[in-house]
């Protein structure tokens, strides 16, 4: 069964304003990771945050974790039009040994 | 000096062909993978290889074969292709310690 949930589908913002994503999975996990894909492209790794962790940050990234809830959230602060892609985040059960998708978010952050 | 690289990027053909895609990962990892994206970017594992060995295997039908000669190549042989085989199919690589998987750029194949 699938293991990652996104909502929402589909997000549109304007530049400037913040973005948050959320994911739902079901099993335990070692590390959760997000992904960004820009359209016609490959998935590219933006953060990781492992089990014993609640909180990370990395630059306008924001990371949460609850492992009580099996949930996790992304935050972009202060939105780009570049950022404009999907987001997709993604469980890992043991360290490196596959990840499994959640079915992704489409940011469209409007000029 | 790319991380991941797959040929071809675009590979149309009829169905009952056979394909192959090829990937190369330069970051010395031990692990890779492929990986099956469907028209709803629902992203899917197929295989994965650590060390050319095969450890992954997600029910995928048998007229996929992937093979790797050594641990930074790993290529995906595709026979009697069907229309159902139409996706993006992306190969990634990583390190159990590592932060992340590095995914190559896809390949879009088109089975008419």
């Known amino acids: 069964s699938q293991q990652g949930e996104e909502d929402p589908q589909a997000l549109s913002i304007q530049e400037g304003e913040n973005a948050t994503m959320n994911c739902s999975y079901k099993?335990?996990?070692?590390?959760l990771q997000w992904y960004r894909q820009n359209s016609g492209r490959g998935l590219v790794h933006l953060i990781l945050i492992r089990s014993n962790e609640r909180e990370k940050h990395s630059g306008r990234l924001r990371v949460t974790l609850d492992t009580s809830k099996k949930s996790s959230s992304l935050l972009i602060t202060a939105s780009r039009a570049a950022d404009t892609a999907s987001y997709f985040c993604a469980t890992d059960v043991a360290s490196g040994s596959r990840l499994t998708f959640g079915e992704g978010t489409q940011l469209t952050v409007n000029p | 000096d790319t991380a991941v690289s797959q040929t071809p990027k675009y590979l149309v053909t009829q169905m009952g062909n056979d394909k192959s895609i090829k990937c190369e990962q330069n970051?010395?990892?031990?692990?890779m993978y492929w990986y099956k994206q469907d028209s709803k970017k629902f992203l899917k594992i197929m295989f994965s290889y650590n060390n050319k060995e095969l450890i992954i295997n997600e029910t995928v039908p048998n007229r996929f074969s992937p093979k790797s000669p050594d641990k930074a190549h790993l290529n995906l042989h595709i026979n009697s292709l069907e229309l159902g085989d139409s996706a993006v199919y992306f190969c990634a690589s990583s390190q159990p310690t590592s932060r992340g998987f590095f995914f190559g750029p896809g390949t879009r194949l088109t089975v008419l």
């Open positions: 970051l010395g990892h031990d692990t």
């Open positions: 099993t335990s996990i070692n590390n």
